[in-house]
C-alpha cells in the first residue's frame, strides 16, 4: 500500500513556488480567453508561460497525457487534450487545470472561466464550486479526517441540485502528481463497509487525520446536472454523462498547528497573506 509522504518545510517551500507559477500561469491565461481562439493555442501560451518561469509541465507524459495543461470546455469535466478543432465561443465555460513541476515538486490548480457573457445558472455553477473550496477550508486543521472535505462540500453544494463528481478525486502531491491521500469531494464515508478490521470497500483514505507535513489538493468538480461521468474513447476526456456542464476548481495545500496555507497562490495574493 503506497504511504503517505509528509513533506519537510523546505520541501513545502519549493511546492509554494511550483504551484505559485501554476496560479499565476491560470490568471495570465484567463486574460486571453475569447471567443475565436482554439485550446491548442491555449496549451502553448501555457508551456512558454510555465517555461519562462523556470518551471516544466508536470502533466506532459504523465502516463501519455499529450498535452501541457488540461483544458475542459463545458460538459467536459476534466483532462480535456488541447486541440486546434476546440475553439472557444461566447457563452462557453472553460475549465484550466495547470501542474507545474520546479526543483521536482509539483503544485496543482485549477479555475474554469467564463468566456464572453454567461447566463446566471452559469455564473452560480462557477461561485459555487469555487467557494466549496473555501467552505472544505474552513475544517481542514490538525485531526481533522479527510471524509469532513467532502462531507462540508456536499452540505454545501446539495442544495444547489448541482451533482459531485465521485470518479475522481483530490490527492496527495508534491514529489508526485498523486499521492495518497485520495479526497473525495463528497461524502464517501456512506460507502465505507468496515469488516475484521479491514477496510473491505470504498476508500479508506478519508479516515486518514490531517497531519503536520500533509500536502493534499482539494479540487471539486460539480456539474449542473448528474455526477455521473464518462470517458470519451481518446482515453483522457471525461465528460458528464448527461452532457451538462461542469465546473472545476483545485488548490494545493498544507497544514500544520499555523492552519492552512494554500500553496497555489499567485504574488499578490500571497502578498495579504
Ligand atoms: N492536474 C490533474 C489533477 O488535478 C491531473 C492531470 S493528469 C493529466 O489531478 F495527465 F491529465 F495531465
Ligand atoms: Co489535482
Ligand atoms: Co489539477
Given at each position: 500500500m503506497a504511504q503517505l509522504l509528509l513533506k519537510t518545510e523546505e520541501d513545502i517551500e519549493r511546492i509554494a513556488e511550483a504551484g505559485s507559477i501554476a496560479a499565476e500561469c491560470l490568471i495570465y491565461l484567463s486574460r486571453k480567453l475569447?471567443?475565436?481562439?482554439?485550446t491548442l493555442q491555449i496549451d502553448r501560451w501555457a508551456g512558454e508561460f510555465i517555461n519562462d518561469n523556470g518551471g516544466i509541465s508536470a502533466s506532459k507524459g504523465y502516463h501519455g497525457y499529450p498535452a501541457e495543461i488540461c483544458i475542459s470546455p463545458n460538459?467536459?469535466?476534466?483532462?480535456g487534450i488541447p486541440s486546434k478543432k476546440i475553439i472557444l465561443k461566447d457563452g462557453d465555460i472553460l475549465s484550466l487545470d495547470i501542474a507545474v513541476k520546479k526543483n521536482g515538486f509539483i503544485g496543482d490548480t485549477a479555475a474554469t472561466y467564463p468566456v464572453g457573457e454567461v447566463n446566471d445558472d452559469v455564473k452560480q455553477l462557477l461561485e459555487v464550486t469555487e467557494k466549496s473550496i473555501y467552505k472544505a477550508l474552513s475544517i481542514c486543521?490538525?485531526?481533522?479526517?479527510?471524509?469532513e472535505i467532502g462531507k462540508i462540500i456536499e452540505e454545501y453544494v446539495n442544495p444547489y441540485g448541482f451533482g459531485i463528481v465521485r470518479d475522481y478525486a483530490g490527492h496527495g502531491v508534491g514529489y508526485f502528481m498523486h499521492e495518497k491521500p485520495?479526497?473525495?469531494?463528497?461524502?464517501?464515508?456512506?460507502e465505507l463497509g468496515y469488516r475484521l478490521g479491514t477496510w473491505?470497500?470504498?476508500?479508506?483514505?478519508?479516515m486518514i487525520p490531517m497531519q503536520t507535513g500533509m500536502v493534499f489538493t482539494i479540487e471539486p468538480m460539480i456539474n449542473q446536472g448528474t455526477y455521473r461521468t464518462r470517458t470519451l474513447t481518446d482515453g483522457w476526456t471525461v465528460v458528464t454523462s448527461d452532457g451538462k456542464l461542469s465546473a472545476h476548481f483545485e488548490h494545493t495545500l498544507t497544514v500544520s498547528e499555523k492552519g492552512v496555507r494554500l500553496l497555489t497562490l499567485t504574488k499578490e495574493e500571497k502578498s495579504f497573506r
Amino acid at each position: 500500500m503506497a504511504q503517505l509522504l509528509l513533506k519537510t518545510e523546505e520541501d513545502i517551500e519549493r511546492i509554494a513556488e511550483a504551484g505559485s507559477i501554476a496560479a499565476e500561469c491560470l490568471i495570465y491565461l484567463s486574460r486571453k480567453l475569447k471567443p475565436g481562439i482554439n485550446t491548442l493555442q491555449i496549451d502553448r501560451w501555457a508551456g512558454e508561460f510555465i517555461n519562462d518561469n523556470g518551471g516544466i509541465s508536470a502533466s506532459k507524459g504523465y502516463h501519455g497525457y499529450p498535452a501541457e495543461i488540461c483544458i475542459s470546455p463545458n460538459n467536459v469535466i476534466v483532462h480535456g487534450i488541447p486541440s486546434k478543432k476546440i475553439i472557444l465561443k461566447d457563452g462557453d465555460i472553460l475549465s484550466l487545470d495547470i501542474a507545474v513541476k520546479k526543483n521536482g515538486f509539483i503544485g496543482d490548480t485549477a479555475a474554469t472561466y467564463p468566456v464572453g457573457e454567461v447566463n446566471d445558472d452559469v455564473k452560480q455553477l462557477l461561485e459555487v464550486t469555487e467557494k466549496s473550496i473555501y467552505k472544505a477550508l474552513s475544517i481542514c486543521t490538525i485531526g481533522s479526517k479527510i471524509a469532513e472535505i467532502g462531507k462540508i462540500i456536499e452540505e454545501y453544494v446539495n442544495p444547489y441540485g448541482f451533482g459531485i463528481v465521485r470518479d475522481y478525486a483530490g490527492h496527495g502531491v508534491g514529489y508526485f502528481m498523486h499521492e495518497k491521500p485520495n479526497v473525495p469531494n463528497y461524502d464517501a464515508t456512506r460507502e465505507l463497509g468496515y469488516r475484521l478490521g479491514t477496510w473491505t470497500k470504498g476508500n479508506s483514505d478519508i479516515m486518514i487525520p490531517m497531519q503536520t507535513g500533509m500536502v493534499f489538493t482539494i479540487e471539486p468538480m460539480i456539474n449542473q446536472g448528474t455526477y455521473r461521468t464518462r470517458t470519451l474513447t481518446d482515453g483522457w476526456t471525461v465528460v458528464t454523462s448527461d452532457g451538462k456542464l461542469s465546473a472545476h476548481f483545485e488548490h494545493t495545500l498544507t497544514v500544520s498547528e499555523k492552519g492552512v496555507r494554500l500553496l497555489t497562490l499567485t504574488k499578490e495574493e500571497k502578498s495579504f497573506r
